[in-house]
């Protein structure tokens, strides 16, 4: 059963879609033709999971349409084969020519795109198949459980981290040492190793150095937990990070600890 179809109309120009899964044939009223029209079918490859399709153009010279995005709300699957009917105003004389533009889109994002060229008919239907083919075919990979390399499939690795046919990413094989089945970098079963209190990635584990992650207030430097300006906001003492509103241990910005004569100021200076 054929279902209604989606409808929008902008600038003068009225988009329809139609066919659904149908065959345009069957799709299209018998009898005298109802108008000058284009019926614009969308080819493309099932695998780029398309929901929706952004359509515009113009008749030759100037006179655009669109562009407009086609179903309004994206609810299924789109299936290629699938019409779309751009009803065009009055005056289109035949011999002009109607320059036509699809992207096909997924979760709003452009991932297709097609274009051509039809001679128009005064009072009549005219058909134009447009194939749809990657935007950037180089960095996506149809069909590809993987990664994409320079447009080649890529079983995903430490070298070649990614999946679904999205663009391959190199791991930092020092804070990772594997790509898990979502095409992520990670250390065993945990996220890489990206947090200042650590520095590579040992047999699974986040560690700095041969020890385990710094303690709170410390930055790993080199294989070494020390307290620094990035990880402490009071002062340092021995590599530990201090307050910095003592008398005997006053200061901020990880600097060095001073011994006040009297006492530490709020501002932690010393007075």
């Known amino acids: 059963m054929m279902r209604g179809p989606d409808t929008a109309t902008r600038g003068g120009w009225k988009l329809v879609l139609v066919?659904?899964?149908?065959?345009?044939?069957?799709?299209?009223?018998?009898?005298?033709?109802?108008?000058?029209?284009?019926y614009v079918t969308t080819e493309f490859d099932p695998t780029?999971?398309?929901?929706?399709?952004?359509?515009?153009?113009?008749?030759?010279?100037?006179?655009?349409?669109?562009?407009?995005?086609l179903p309004e709300q994206p609810s299924r699957l789109l299936s290629s084969g699938e019409t779309l009917r751009v009803v065009l105003g009055d005056g289109v004389t035949s011999g002009t020519q109607?320059?036509?533009?699809?992207?096909?889109?997924?979760?709003?994002?452009?991932v297709a795109q097609g274009e051509g060229t039809v001679q128009l008919r005064d009072g009549?239907?005219?058909?134009?198949?447009?194939?749809?083919?990657?935007?950037?075919?180089?960095?996506?990979?149809?069909?590809?459980?993987?990664?994409?390399?320079?447009?080649?499939?890529?079983?995903?690795?430490?070298?070649?981290?990614?999946?679904?046919?999205?663009?391959?990413?190199?791991?930092?094989?020092?804070?990772?040492?594997?790509?898990?089945?979502?095409?992520?970098?990670?250390?065993?079963?945990?996220?890489?190793c990206s947090d200042q209190t650590v520095d590579r990635c040992v047999g699974g584990q986040c560690k700095c150095g041969s020890s385990g992650p710094c303690a709170q207030g410390q930055e790993c430097v080199d294989g070494t937990c020390r307290?620094?300006?990035?990880s402490c906001a009071g002062c340092c003492l021995n590599n530990v990070c201090e307050p910095g509103n003592l008398k005997d241990k006053c200061g901020k910005g990880g600097e060095s600890c001073r011994k006040c004569n009297r006492s530490c100021n709020a501002d932690r200076s010393c007075s």
């Open 124 to 192: 009549y239907e005219v058909d134009v198949t447009l194939r749809l083919e990657p935007s950037n075919p180089d960095t996506f990979c149809l069909g590809c459980t993987g990664c994409c390399k320079d447009g080649v499939c890529t079983t995903a690795s430490l070298e070649s981290c990614g999946a679904g046919g999205n663009t391959c990413a190199v791991c930092d094989s020092q804070r990772s040492d594997t790509c898990d089945a979502r095409g992520v970098c990670v250390c065993g079963s945990n996220p890489a």
């Open 227 to 230: 307290c620094t300006a990035n």
């Open 48 to 69: 780029l999971l398309l929901t929706q399709v952004r359509v515009w153009g113009a008749v030759q010279p100037g006179a655009p349409f669109g562009p407009h995005v």
């Open 19 to 38: 066919c659904a899964v149908l065959l345009l044939g069957a799709c299209r009223d018998s009898g005298t033709a109802s108008g000058t029209a284009l």
């Open 98 to 110: 109607a320059k036509v533009y699809v992207e096909g889109l997924r979760d709003g994002g452009v």
